[in-house]
């Protein structure tokens, strides 16, 4: 029996592994949880009426409907880390359909050992739906390159910067120095990462990769022996109208940060790329297609190993189209798309910044990387998620406005 009665939402736990296994062991310490477990769900066979912790297995994924009639479940909690967007999708899909609330505990490389596993369920997002299979990170090697180094991240609290910065934390560095321009982003971030992991070295520096005065203050200050290069200009249709301001940032901002990387024999430098390099159409794509030569080049006859990494579409990122979308649906107007047939490749920011890490501990300088971005995804499908993940229904709710291309 539990040693607390609990009061809340009747819940089921999806999965009965080791991640189920760890948030009942957390549910019956903390009286404080606004839920109260009362059976698992598990699509393996082998595990019906498998008892974990006093709570029995009562069927698989299309037990849900009948469960939740039959005890009045109020709540799902999806514990598998390991489950891929396919699976994640269709039991979000036969949970939500019989009005359930529906959280997830997230994958294994977002989880963190430092909180409780309780306190991590969270809301189930669109990454969630639409990511691709986990993949899987040569952590050993990201470890041997990164620990007890200096690291900077330039761009620092961008959306890509900030989560290279969490990711590169784990891994037991010296110090890592977050460089941005945008004070309240590097703040909040620093606090973050400083109240997720105990004994972090992390510094915070404003600087403008322009200024290349203060760029080797901070470079003969701390000496790094690894850079991640992410800052950059990124929204497509600004550059268009502001190409000065592209190649200030993107082409001379990078030139400095690449030439003091060489001057203060910093052993790894990681350009952050995009697929609009490829043969580009739009002066962002062009303006970073120009870093990669001129990293290419510096490669040529220097000691330190440039590289750099390509990747298209991020989710949840500032140049992707989900806080757009997500922002449009808070403010009750339509959705808008260009084409119901566009479909974009998309990676998660969590993703992205591994195999960005992973990435800088293969290259041996000069490489431009590419990551595999997986299958395309349809823009409008991504927008149909986001509508139903918002508790929305399209056509009554919310509609989808089909504009034409750019």
Known sequence: KNTVEKKGKKTLIFGAGSAADTLIRDYKKNPNLNFKI???IDDDERKKNFILHNYKVLGNRYDISRLVEELNVEKLII???????????????????TGVIVKILPSYSEILNTKSISSQVRDVSVEDLLGRKPIEINNEKI??????????????AGSIGSELCRQIAIYNTSKIVCIDINENALYFLELEIKG??????????????????KLEYLFNKYNPNLVYHAAAHKHVPLMENNPE?????????????????????????????TDKAVNPTNVMGATKRVTEILL????????TKFMAVRFGNVLGSNGSVIPIFKKLINEGKNITLTHPEITRYFMTIPEA??????????GNGGEVFVLDMGKPVK?????????????????????????GLR
Do not use: M
């Not at 514990?79 to 359909?97: H, R």
């Not at 290419?296 to 000691?303: L, Q």
């Not at 910044?353 to 293969?362: D, I, R």
């Not at 823009?379 to 406005?401: C, F, R, W």
């Open 38 to 40: 009362i059976g698992l």
């Open 79 to 97: 514990a598998v880390p390991s489950a891929d967007s396919k699976d994640i999708k269709e039991i979000y899909d036969l949970a939500i359909n």
């Open 143 to 156: 470890t041997s390159y990164i620990e007890g180094r200096t690291i900077f991240v330039t761009g620092g």
């Open 196 to 213: 997720n992991i105990t004994n972090i070295n992390i510094v915070s520096e404003i600087c403008n990769i322009r200024e290349k005065e």
């Open 245 to 273: 301001e592209a190649i200030k940032n993107n082409i001379f901002g990078t030139k400095n940060v690449i030439d003091l990387a060489e001057k203060y024999s910093v052993e790894r430098f990681v350009l952050i790329s």
């Open 296 to 303: 290419e080049d510096k490669a040529k006859n220097s000691k």
């Open 353 to 362: 910044s591994q195999l960005v890490l992973e990435a800088g501990s293969l």
């Open 379 to 403: 823009i409008i499908d991504l927008a149909k998620n986001l509508i139903i993940l918002s508790g929305l229904t399209l056509g009554v709710d919310i509609d989808i406005d089909i504009v």
